[in-house]
């Protein structure tokens, strides 16, 4: 099919998730309404310039299904993209192939809403959806306990804990305990429903951001440790 430039992704439809670069002349765009784009740049620096746009191509259902909230890559070996409806799609870069992955398996259709991504150190992948966050292996797949909302972003903390943005509140998980924490109203925390994609991981502080529709929210490493007591 012949490719769509982004001229025509800004006139039908707003490009919805922030681009990625992961190479020096290859620009990842994902957008809900007009598929996914691999943009490939030119010029300089203070000048850039767009040489070329390629639109990808997953399978029949995601060309009608083409409402992509999320992209993450993955050892700059691939590309996740995730869809609304969809599920998860893992492009090879070098090769060009794709691979489509669902997870309503007896669970709702929702499953298969995914509005963030997320690899940790040891190469799980998270994907967050309209209903609650799923944990991804090769050979097994998990929908976390105690986790039902649906979720926005996904960043990782310095300890290896997991927070996760919300509709309603702002969840810690810690995947080597289990242990899940929502932070609302009764923690002091009035910012509760947040926006797509709207969170950063600085990784000079460690310090966490997220964008909710009323707000912005730190969270900040103090030091400080929760003491037992026998």
Known sequence: QESRGLGDVYKR????????????DTLWVATVGCGVFRVTLGGTASQPSIRGVEQLHFND?????????????ENGSAMWFGNRGGGAVRYDIAGGGSEVFKFDAGRSAIANDIFAIHR????????????GLIEFRRDSTSHVPGIRNTVHGILEDRKGDLWLSTNRGLVQYSPHTGYVVTYGYSYGLNTIEYSDGACFADPRTGTLFFGGID????????????????
Not at 16 to 23: I, K
Not at 61 to 73: H, Q, R, W
Not at 120 to 131: A, E, K, R, Y
Not at 217 to 230: K, M, S
């Open 61 to 73: 259902e995601l060309e009608i299904k083409n409402f992509f909230f999320t992209l993450y890559p």
């Open 215 to 230: 707000g912005l929210v730190t969270i900040e490493d103090t030091g400080f440790r929760e003491q037992e007591y026998n």
């Open 13 to 24: 439809q707003q490009i919805h998730t922030r681009p990625v670069r992961d190479f020096a």
């Open 120 to 131: 940790s150190g040891d190469g799980t992948m998270w994907f967050g959806t309209s209903g």
